[in-house]
T-cell receptor
Framework: DQQVKQNSPSLSVQEGRISILNCDYTNSMFDYFLWYKKYPAEGPTFLISISSIKDKNEDGRFTVFLNKSAKHLSLHIVPSQPGDSAVYFCAASVAFSGSARQLTFGSGTQLTVLP | DTEVTQTPKHLVMGMTNKKSLKCEQHMGHRAMYWYKQKAKKPPELMFVYSYEKLSINESVPSRFSPECPNSSLLNLHLHALQPEDSALYLC????????????FGDGTRLSIL
């Protein structure tokens, strides 16, 4: 039972264009969503997040959109740069205890930005 | 200091060995996590510590034994592992407060012979 799905295993875009990565979830209890970037031989690096009370959050070239009714979120990267080439994981979470949160990851999308 | 540090980076062990993985953070985070990641798969949660108390144990076999000696340190003790336990083991931590992201270390690549 995959509660968080990234249906595109890979995505290629031209440098300077927009990259759009998509993520769907099924559990209505998720209330905080995150995007992580991962290079080989490194741990996931936090990129950007959004609370379920918002529908958009921006940080520089990265924007995350949340559509709660559709249980869908997306990450927009504009403009895309070759250094953005990595695996991108979507994650959804519920609060658990104290400050702890239970993260559920999607299967990841390999983004390749072509020069 | 904005890092989660994991040691060792690589570990090869036999099925009868006992070893430990170590994770440290000095960011004042009060929640710490262990994840397991197999090749081409997403990280899967194993254990969660909140304020040094074990909060979540995601049905992990007893050959994995977590320990949180203090708020900065998290260990994972390994004993009698199986070849299928070979994976990348990731540690993460998160600060107190609502809606805080988890920050990950670079992991320990574990190989069981």
């Amino acid at each position: 039972d995959q509660q968080v799905k990234q249906n595109s295993p890979s995505l290629s875009v031209q440098e300077g264009r927009i990259s759009i990565l998509n993520c769907d979830y099924t559990n209505s209890m998720f209330d905080y969503f995150l995007w992580y970037k991962k290079y080989p031989a490194e741990g996931p690096t936090f990129l950007i997040s959004i609370s379920s009370i918002k529908d958009k959050n921006e940080d520089g070239r990265f924007t995350v959109f949340l559509n709660k009714s559709a249980k869908h979120l997306s990450l927009h990267i504009v403009p895309s740069q070759p250094g953005d080439s990595a695996v991108y994981f979507c994650a959804a979470s519920v609060a658990f205890s104290g400050s702890a949160r239970q993260l559920t990851f999607g299967s990841g999308t390999q983004l390749t930005v072509l020069p | 200091d904005t890092e989660v540090t994991q040691t060792p980076k690589h570990l090869v062990m036999g099925m009868t060995n006992k070893k430990s993985l170590k994770c440290e953070q000095h960011m004042g985070h009060r929640a710490m996590y262990w994840y397991k990641q197999k090749a081409k798969k997403p990280p899967e949660l194993m254990f969660v510590y909140s304020y040094e108390k074990l909060s979540i144990n995601e049905s992990v076999p007893s050959r994995f034994s977590p320990e949180c000696p203090n708020s900065s340190l998290l260990n994972l003790h390994l004993h009698a592992l199986q070849p299928e336990d070979s994976a990348l083991y990731l540690c993460a931590s998160s600060p107190p407060g609502q809606n805080q992201p988890q920050h990950f270390g670079d992991g320990t690549r574990l190989s069981i012979l």
